[in-house]
């Protein structure tokens, strides 16, 4: 099972990824808030900072993102993460 290390405001968790789900819907069952309207990586309000692993994406994103960030709405682990959440 994948690892994602998430970094919040409140501290830091491990939320495992199970494949055949976004990002998105992991940090949801592990009921850690994250900001989200769309789920189709068009409006980016789920952003966030990806520090470490690897993720593809199920639907190519429309949202705007800088380098370091990443649409858990419409991605998927490849590796163990390390994510920031804002």
């Not at 199970?18 to 940090?27: A, N, Q, R, S, V």
């Not at 592990?30 to 900072?49: I, V």
């Amino acid at each position: 099972t994948k690892l994602i290390k998430c970094k919040t405001q409140n501290g830091t968790f491990d939320v495992p990824f199970c494949d055949g789900k976004t990002i998105l819907e992991c940090l949801e069952e592990a009921n850690l808030p994250t900001h989200s309207h769309c789920r189709d990586g068009f409006c980016g309000a789920c952003r966030c900072k990806l520090k470490g692993g690897d993720i593809k994406y199920l639907i190519d994103p429309l949202a705007f993102m800088d380098d370091d960030e990443f649409l858990p709405c419409c991605s998927a682990a490849e590796s163990d993460l390390s994510i920031e959440i804002e």
